[in-house]
């Protein structure tokens, strides 16, 4: 699997959320709303998710590994870093 694109959008404020990035997988499937979480250990990705009827969020796709977790989180992250000034306004 190689990711091929990467598409980050940064929000500004002191909000948790930091952007919204989009993946392409092999130049053929794309995977929207990943977003980027200033947690209390740093940033991390989080999946795509949609909120169920019991209040719980849970996501619609996620990697089946922790390694493809691992190299999707670190072209997110570098990607977000990377457009340090491109800031969306909320």
């Given at each position: 699997?190689?990711?091929?694109?990467?598409?980050?959008?940064?929000?500004?404020?002191?909000?948790?959320?930091?952007?919204i990035a989009a993946i392409t997988i092999d130049d053929c499937f794309v995977v929207h709303e990943l977003r980027v979480i200033d947690g209390k250990e740093g940033l991390f990705v989080a999946m795509p998710s949609r909120k169920m009827p019991n209040g719980e969020f849970k996501d619609v796709a996620h990697p089946i590994n922790q390694e493809t977790r691992n190299k999707i989180e670190a072209i997110v992250i570098e990607a977000y870093e990377s457009i340090e000034d491109e800031i969306v306004e909320e």
């Open positions: 699997m190689e990711i091929t694109d990467v598409r980050v959008k940064k929000f500004s404020g002191e909000n948790r959320l930091k952007a």
